[in-house]
């Protein structure tokens, strides 16, 4: 976000009441942790239809486990593969049903090890842990979160307000919390 649309919206929301600012905040926020978008595992449905396809595929714990490593992805895929007549057999697409989901953990996996993925990741991290450090005064009252309407997705934005702290006092209290970059605060005064 650029210092030109910060300062545009401060000017917008500055007539805004807490409410409304509250609700446009929820609007602009990822809904869910990019974690919980972020695939590591097979699916259960898949593991179940494998399960009662194949003894041998299910037997092999590393399928059921998390593939969180590039050694681990490998291992599946060529399993899968090996086992591909047998999938087949069983169902005309589960073998490639299978094999997407494994293409995805890889791709999703790449992406994690990316200066943006790791970067998103602290910053969702710190949202998280920032949310538990929250004063009982700033809960309900503070959100926070990254912006999805924005084209840059490494920022943090925190608004709302505090019944007993000022807007300094709010930013010197997220600022302590060490966030990975600056927050864009857009605070409503008492």
Same mark, same amino acid.
């Given at each position: 976000?650029?210092?030109?649309?910060?300062?545009?919206?401060?000017?917008?929301?500055?007539?805004?009441?807490?409410?409304?600012?509250?609700?446009?905040?929820?609007?602009?926020?990822?809904?869910?942790?990019?974690?919980?978008?972020?695939?590591?595992?097979?699916?259960?449905?898949?593991?179940?239809?494998?399960?009662?396809?194949?003894?041998?595929?299910?037997?092999?714990?590393?399928?059921?486990?998390?593939?969180?490593?590039?050694?681990?992805?490998?291992?599946?895929?060529?399993?899968?593969?090996?086992?591909?007549?047998?999938?087949?057999?069983?169902?005309?697409?589960?073998?490639?049903?299978?094999?997407?989901?494994?293409?995805?953990?890889?791709?999703?996996?790449?992406?994690?090890?990316?200066?943006?993925?790791?970067?998103?990741?602290?910053?969702?991290?710190?949202?998280?842990?920032?949310? %538990?450090?929250?004063? $009982? +005064?700033?809960?309900? =009252? !503070?959100? *926070? @979160? %990254?912006?999805?309407? $924005? +084209?840059?997705?490494? =920022? !943090?934005? *925190? @608004?709302?307000?505090?019944?007993?702290?000022?807007?300094?006092? !709010?930013?010197?209290?997220?600022?302590?919390?060490?966030?990975?970059?600056?927050?864009?605060?857009?605070?409503?005064?008492?």
């Amino acid at each position: 976000m650029t210092e030109e649309q910060k300062q545009s919206i401060l000017a917008v929301s500055a007539n805004w009441s807490r409410e409304f600012l509250l609700a446009k905040l929820r609007e602009i926020f990822s809904p869910t942790p990019i974690e919980e978008l972020l695939k590591i595992r097979i699916s259960s449905s898949l593991l179940n239809d494998i399960d009662g396809v194949s003894a041998v595929l299910k037997k092999d714990i590393s399928l059921h486990g998390e593939l969180d490593s590039n050694e681990k992805i490998a291992y599946a895929r060529n399993l899968i593969k090996k086992n591909r007549v047998t999938l087949m057999s069983h169902s005309e697409t589960l073998y490639s049903e299978v094999i997407a989901e494994i293409n995805e953990i890889k791709e999703d996996n790449k992406w994690r090890k990316t200066q943006e993925g790791k970067l998103i990741i602290a910053i969702e991290k710190w949202i998280a842990s920032a949310y %538990r450090s929250l004063p $009982d +005064d700033m809960k309900g =009252n !503070i959100l *926070i @979160g %990254r912006n999805i309407l $924005d +084209d840059d997705p490494c =920022n !943090i934005i *925190i @608004g709302g307000y505090s019944e007993k702290m000022t807007q300094s006092q !709010i930013e010197c209290f997220f600022m302590a919390l060490k966030p990975p970059v600056r927050p864009f605060f857009i605070i409503k005064h008492q």
